[in-house]
């Protein structure tokens, strides 16, 4: 119930491309749904979070899609460029969880120039 | 502002010996955690506080401990290091509940 599944595990986009991230859960009374980018030998970072009562939420060139019916949301990097590499981590939260974050398991991403 | 700071960056510990992980923040958050991150893995919450005096267990606990006798520090104690304890530590803190969580920069523990 608590569980949040990320994919894919790794991914390479070129510079200019697309780069898209999805994560499905399985706890309906999740409310709470932000990503985290993470550079190498540092802490998470908070990317960009949504609330289920919108579709879509974007700031510059990261946007996420929220599927409340299919219990699935992703992130969206258009025009990826080298500098966005790094591994990034959904998560979700709601009142049942408190305040604790569940954490996806990651997804690593290399932009090739 | 710091932030979160967490001390120290890096520690070799032998098998059986003890240490406590620092953690502190200054933007007065009552929500304090503790992670850790296996390569290739994602973040397990270990323990968790909700405010001073206050501290809970999270998905990994066995072999740690925390207290939380101020509101701006959460520290981690091991007390007999063992090789699976080999990770990196993170502790986070947040305002409250659908809040974004500040990271430390983590603290990078090797036990041989």
């Known amino acids: 119930q608590q569980q949040v599944k990320q994919s894919p595990q790794s991914l390479i986009v070129q510079k200019g491309g697309i780069s898209i991230i999805n994560c499905a859960y399985e706890?309906?009374?999740?409310?709470?749904f932000p990503w985290y980018q993470q550079f190498p030998g540092k802490g998470p970072a908070l990317l960009i979070a949504i609330r289920p009562d919108v579709s879509e939420k974007k700031e510059g060139r990261f946007t996420i899609s929220f599927n409340k019916s299919a219990k699935q949301f992703s992130l969206h990097i258009m025009d990826s460029q080298p500098g966005d590499s790094a591994t990034y981590f959904c998560a979700a939260t709601g009142e049942t969880s408190g305040s604790r974050l569940t954490f996806g398991e990651g997804t690593q991403l290399t932009v090739n120039p | 502002n710091a932030g979160v700071t967490q001390t120290p960056k890096f520690r070799i510990l032998k098998i059986g010996q003890s240490m406590t992980l620092q953690c502190t923040q200054d933007?007065?958050?009552?929500?304090m955690y503790w992670y850790r991150q296996d390569p290739g893995m994602g973040l397990k919450l270990i323990y968790y506080s909700v405010g001073a005096g206050i501290t809970d267990k999270g998905e990994v606990p066995n072999g740690y401990n925390v207290s939380r006798s101020t509101t701006e520090d959460f520290p981690l104690r091991l007390e007999l290091a063992a090789p699976s304890q080999t990770s990196v530590y993170f502790c986070?803190?947040?305002?409250?509940?659908?809040?974004?969580?500040?990271f430390g920069s983590g603290t990078r523990l090797t036990v041989v």
């Open positions: 706890n309906t009374a999740f409310d709470y």
């Open positions: 933007m007065n958050h009552n929500y």
């Open positions: 986070a803190s947040s305002s409250g509940q659908n809040y974004g969580y500040t």
